[in-house]
């Protein structure tokens, strides 16, 4: 992800870090005297997963009912069923930790949690970034939650849902709590359509959905959205810049990519929930033209069958083929590294990273005629069954 692919290559590492990436005659020179272990595949850095709600786990994968509106339907199905709770907070953690082994299975070395609940993730051979998600779309519902995160969750480590599930009271606060943690400010950002007409128009599907709620109360719509757009709002609450991670960014123009990319702020894409709630495809070859580089997330199980970061990728090169395999897999570690700051540690094999890193074995990989080929073999046929967990299997003193 740093340098170019290495025919050949072999990778030195203390079992904490790597030491050295060049070709294995150069290796045999350099450090003539040390153990090695060869591996007939292809290396690669673990992958990324920058989106990712553990807590939604144990509510298995919820089809929306009605074409017609598919993301107000899922939503309130989803709500639906967390508020029937036939679950007990231990269904809740087995189910989370079974999503997080799969994870490990299919070559993801770290990811990044959004939950409502606290999930126990520290006995686990990957490392989770966890940030406990609020929102609250009412005045009296922000103020509520400002005054808990002053009494009780001080310390902890915060995001907000999305512009049409939290005020803009509650947005800055926490943005700002973000600043002062010097932590990450997640947010589901252009989804759907329905986003901008709840805040620029007050319409569309989650005018009824807050209705039912009891939580239409005047905080939306939000005039500067009508008059100079999402992005401008957002940036007047000063929720912008490089610790701000973007999620979806489906619906959004040009002129709002433009205005992300010189803020500062990744983008995560989740192409598979996208297509099962059936809201649209990213713009990812405006994205990239912008200057962003986009990370990928699964998103949860609650809107993806299948969580697994190579079929997100083969999503995308089928739905962008003028986006390069190469500029995919960059999606998938060293972008999602840079998103989530760790970019130190995570998303590239060269001297100083961590020493874990994956190989892919496949008979598929051998008929490539070309480096080119090769990731364009790897992006549209990687599978988690063909991961191998290469370097030292202890994560502690790596960061
Ligand atoms: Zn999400």
Known sequence: MS??????????????????????????????????????????PSLVNSHIHLDLSVLGTIAPKNPEDPMCDWIRSLMQRRMGADFSRDDMQKSAEAVIQDQYQSGVGIMLNISNAEIQHENHPLEIISLLELLAPTKAGQQAVIESIRTEDGNKQLTAHAPYSTGPELLSFIKKHCKKQNSLFSLHLAENEDEYALLADGEGCFVGFLQNLGA?????????????????????????????????????????????????????????????????????ESILAAGVTPAIGTDSIASNPKLDLWQEMSIIAREHPQVGAEDIIRMATVNGAEALGVQDTYGSLASGMGARFIGLKSSVYETAKSVDELLGLLVSSGRPEEIVWLGSPDREGMR
């Open 216 to 284: 239409m109360d005047g905080t939306f719509p939000i005039p500067i959205v009508k008059k100079k757009g999402m992005l401008a709002y957002l940036d007047d609450l000063q929720l912008l810049d490089e610790k701000t991670l973007c999620v979806h960014c489906v619906h959004l123009d040009e002129e709002e990519i433009a205005r992300l990319a010189e803020t500062g702020a990744h983008i995560c894409l989740c192409p598979g929930s996208n297509k099962f709630l059936n809201v649209g495809s990213a713009a990812v």
């Open 3 to 44: 340098a170019p692919v290495i025919a050949d290559g072999a990778i030195v590492t203390d079992g904490q870090h790597i030491l050295s990436v060049a070709s294995w005659s150069a290796v045999r020179t350099d450090y003539p005297d040390i153990p090695v272990c060869f591996f007939d595949g292809v290396f690669l």
